[in-house]
């Protein structure tokens, strides 16, 4: 069974910068898409950004591209995002996900953790 355990969330002034690590276990992580969600207060959950085993291949959310990068590490099965020049607008709980190489469905979720950007 997969697991993903997120990190490094917090509390930071616009303008500012944070990194999340997700840590993956349970399947061969090489094999799965990771992807970063969040969710802002009375919004739906949107995705972030995702990139695929070979490090060619990303996506941004148009609000993000230019100040986010997605990174994986598949010797210490580690997936992050990094988030430079934050805004108060990026404030949310943010999910690490996983997904089979193939699959429509992101099916496995990290807890989430909270992103506080204040202005």
């Known amino acids: 069974q997969v697991q993903l355990v997120e990190s490094g969330g917090g509390l930071v002034q616009a303008g500012g910068s944070l990194r999340l690590s997700c840590k993956f276990s349970?399947?061969?992580?090489?094999?799965?898409?990771m992807g970063w969600f969040r969710q802002a207060p009375g919004k739906e959950r949107e995705i972030v950004a995702a990139r695929y085993a070979s490090s060619s291949s990303t996506y941004y959310a148009d609000s993000v591209q230019g100040r986010f990068t997605i990174s994986r590490d598949n010797a210490q099965n580690t997936a992050s995002l990094q988030m430079n020049n934050l805004k108060p607008e990026d404030t949310g709980v943010y999910y690490c996900a996983a997904k089979p190489r193939g699959n429509a469905d992101w099916n496995h979720w990290g807890q989430g953790i909270q992103v506080t950007v204040a202005s």
């Open positions: 349970g399947r061969t992580f090489s094999l799965y898409v």
